[in-house]
Nanobody, 122 residues
Framework: QVQLVESGGGMVQTGDSLKLSCAAS????????MAWFRQAPGKEREFVAV????????YYSDFAKGRFTISRDNARNTVYLQMTRLKPEDTAVYYC???????????????WGQGTQVTVAS
């Protein structure tokens, strides 16, 4: 059974940094896309970042460019999202996803984690 488990969320202040982790089990995703999405209260889930394969180029939404970095550790079968200069509008539940079935930036991924809450206080 494949599982993605996010961790690292919490409450921080504006301007702080936070690093999210997503540990995969049940299979490896070194050659598959892994991505981060987020969903704020009352809003639709939106794309944050994706890496097509381990070590590949990261692609980011406009709001994440220059502030967020996606990376992976194959040995730990884990994908990370390093977030810096956090803003209150970054407050959301952050989800990791693996194995895109369509566009990398869409929501059609085979596997999803349960999410981790990030709250940025002003």
């Amino acid at each position: 059974q494949v599982q993605l488990v996010e961790s690292g969320g919490g409450m921080v202040q504006t301007g702080d940094s936070l690093k999210l982790s997503c540990a995969a089990s049940g299979r490896t995703f070194g050659n598959n896309a892994m991505a981060w999405f987020r969903q704020a209260p009352g809003k639709e889930r939106e794309f944050v970042a994706v890496q097509r394969w381990s070590g590949g180029t990261g692609y980011y939404s406009d709001f994440a460019k220059g502030r967020f970095t996606i990376s992976r550790d194959n040995a730990r079968n884990t994908v990370y999202l390093q977030m810096t200069r956090l803003k209150p509008e970054d407050t959301a539940v952050y989800y990791c996803a693996a194995e895109a079935r369509g566009t990398l930036f869409g929501h059609d991924y085979t596997y999803w984690g349960q999410g981790t809450q990030v709250t940025v206080a002003s």
